[in-house]
């Protein structure tokens, strides 16, 4: 499926990737966001500059820990962005800001959607695929 944004056609993407790339089977995460606009998730920096937020390190430990729990919604299946999202809308209904993290370990603010797809986007996982497919003769 495409959408036409302004002329252009935008493909469809896809979260596909294992449920517990970031989070692994205790639902943790070591989030570190001294520098908000750099945050450390899992030991990976997340380069948010030019992101086009304006971040403090509770917006930023919310996006990353979002980002993670996303990966864990699509329950290693591939899922659009859009049923992502949705997911990521009823979780937070269900579960409230602390669903975020579950052990209240550090102060985190809920991000909105955009966020968090900024966030994942960034990271090398969880892995993003495009619904486009390429036919045998690479086109």
Do not use: K
Request: glycine share 8%; aromatic share 6%.
């Amino acid at each position: 499926s495409t959408t036409t944004v302004s002329g252009f056609q935008l493909t469809a993407r896809v979260l596909d990737d294992d449920a517990g790339c970031i989070l692994g089977p205790r639902h943790f995460v070591d989030i570190l966001a001294a520098e908000p606009e750099r945050p450390v998730l899992a030991g990976e920096i997340v380069d948010l500059r030019r992101s086009g937020w304006e971040l403090d390190a509770a917006l930023a430990r919310g996006a990353c820990s979002a980002a993670a729990w996303c990966a864990r919604l699509a329950e290693d299946r591939p899922l659009a962005m859009e049923a992502l999202r949705l997911r990521y809308e009823a979780f937070l209904a269900a579960r409230g800001p602390c669903g975020l993290d579950p052990f209240h370990t550090m102060l985190i603010a809920v991000p909105p959607w955009q966020l968090v797809v900024s966030v994942i986007e960034r990271l090398r996982r969880p892995r993003c695929a495009s619904t486009t497919r390429r036919n045998g003769n690479g086109g």
